[in-house]
């Protein structure tokens, strides 16, 4: 079956980086587009990135972009999602996804199959 893995997780303070990533198995990887969502404390999940099967194009959140980057290891079936300059706003359960086909990169109901999460808590 298929199943997403999130690591890099955990507690960190303003301004430092993070390197989150998800491992994938039981699927054919370079299919698949992946994203990553987050759901902070008492907040809806939202989109924060994106990475194209195809092209490789990458689109993010308005709330992270220049300051997080996503990329992907087709020969590893692994997702990467860069953080820098952590703010605690940024402070969630970050979840990886993938998507098959066409649908907004930016809509979780595109996408098919999702990690159990990983937690973001950056905290001075």
């Known amino acids: 079956q298929v199943q997403l893995l999130e690591s890099g997780g955990g507690l960190v303070q303003p301004g430092v980086s993070l390197r989150l990533s998800c491992a994938a198995s039981?699927?054919?990887?370079?299919?698949?587009?992946m994203g990553w969502f987050r759901q902070g404390p008492g907040k809806l999940r939202e989109f924060v990135a994106a990475?194209?099967?195809?092209?490789?194009?990458?689109s993010y959140a308005v709330s992270v972009k220049g300051r997080f980057t996503i990329s992907r290891d087709n020969a590893k079936n692994t997702v990467y999602m860069q953080m820098n300059s952590l703010k605690p706003e940024d402070t969630a359960v970050y979840y990886c996804?993938?998507?098959?086909?066409?649908?907004?990169?930016?809509?979780?109901?595109?996408?098919?199959?999702w990690g159990q999460g990983t937690q973001v808590t950056v905290s001075s």
């Open positions: 039981g699927l054919t990887f370079r299919r698949y587009s």
């Open positions: 996804a993938a998507k098959y086909g066409s649908g907004s990169d930016k809509d979780a109901e595109s996408y098919g199959y």
């Open positions: 990475i194209w099967w195809s092209t490789s194009t990458s």
